[in-house]
């Protein structure tokens, strides 16, 4: 008798069991692979590391049992290397449902990887990116249910290498562009870190004014689905970046999801109990059914593209640059240096790229600079003033140093001014007192360096030039020298 009982409720739990395994949540779901992914046996994920393809294999798994295909001709793995270390995507697709529209395509990316250990603490990275990674699994699921709303096709990407400097991404979005070609590409959405919804009481999509009538198709359908979502035109942060980030540059339209920094961004406590089930579960949602709409022929790319996504990596740059700082004239003998007075510079620049690191630099300014100039008897109690206008040209070595997002420059040669004017300016009793060595040569040369960044079309740098020779003619004067330090700011066309 209690063996019978015994027997009957352990049938009626495997049912139990088995019926609950059947009803399982999308939730439910979400919450298992976070929970997977971000779990100490996956040890953080970091790039590169066993734990990191153990995730990879994880999401091929999923993405094979949602029954998507791979999209390249050997299998859902998109092997690459970086730097002689061996990396790997996991890419699946559905393919459009219109025999037309199927040739073009939505990219939905998430990245897998994570930082992995650090001082003997796992970072488990739930938020950052388990929750993306679950996400797009059930999109992958849903959308492979729907597939026959789906006209244009779906490709779905996990990246690999993402913490590391966004290489997954970079090398998926150069393989599409060399095979289906980046106008077929219509949309790529990056998942990164949408776990924190409740927390940040919005969904937030960066990137609305890449899409033509952006705001409006990503509020419509943020209405039917009921989640709050906030757009933003462009992705503007300098200081975060993103698997958009190798689409952008090839001009494709995208949008960067998120619920923002809401996590323990990159600590160990970003945990997968931490994560918002129910919030996750409600983006998954909505971004499969904005996917349905980005795969009607009626969303189409606007064209425009984030300042921070223009690379200013052309081989010829043209400019203008704008300078204020101050000016100073040097006595060499004697070491004898004046106050530094207001020196301005305007102009344009072109700077030619040989290489990806190196280059040079020439343009043309017109500049003013003034400066103190001692008198005689009271050399540095009393100074007159100096003025000196010129044309100015330079030609620098340049080195580019660039992340993709902000690129540092730096710039070592030679300038030549040709003097309009120079003397002793305003009517003072100082300015009647003083007396210059000599008249100013008219052909002054000198070095300059240069060190800078780019942020996008523009540069903040700053640039000091000292004159070689002397500043006055005559055999039998001084040697005096100017000396610039300028404030720079740039803008390349
Ligand atoms: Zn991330």
Redesign the pocket.
Known sequence: MKKIFACALALVGALYFEGAALAQTRAEALSDHVHYLASDELRGRRAGSEEAQMAREYIIGEFDKAGLVPFFKDGFREHFQVDGKGFCNAVGMIEGSDPELKNEYVVLGA?FDHLGERGGKIYPGAD??ASGSAALIEIAKILSEKRDMLKRSVIFAGFDA??IGLYGSNFLAKALADSVGVSSIKLMMSL??VGYYRQSGKLILQGSSTIKDGKILIEEEANRMDINVKTKPFENSIFTA?DTDGFARKGIATLAVTTGLKSPYHKPEDVADSVDYAGLDKVTGYISEFTVVACDPYLQPSGKVAPKHIDKRDPFMLGVDLGIGSANMMFKDGGFQTYGGFAFSAGVSAKFRLHDAFGFKTGAYFERATTSFPIAENLYYQSARYGQSQFTVPLEAMAFLGDNVANVYAGLGAYYSHALNGGIIGNSEMAQKAVLPGDIRKNQFGIVAEIGFSLGAFTIGLECRNQLGNLFKGTDVPRAQMRYSLFKLGYNF
């Open positions: 990245h950052d990116n993402e913490e990164d870190m993103t």
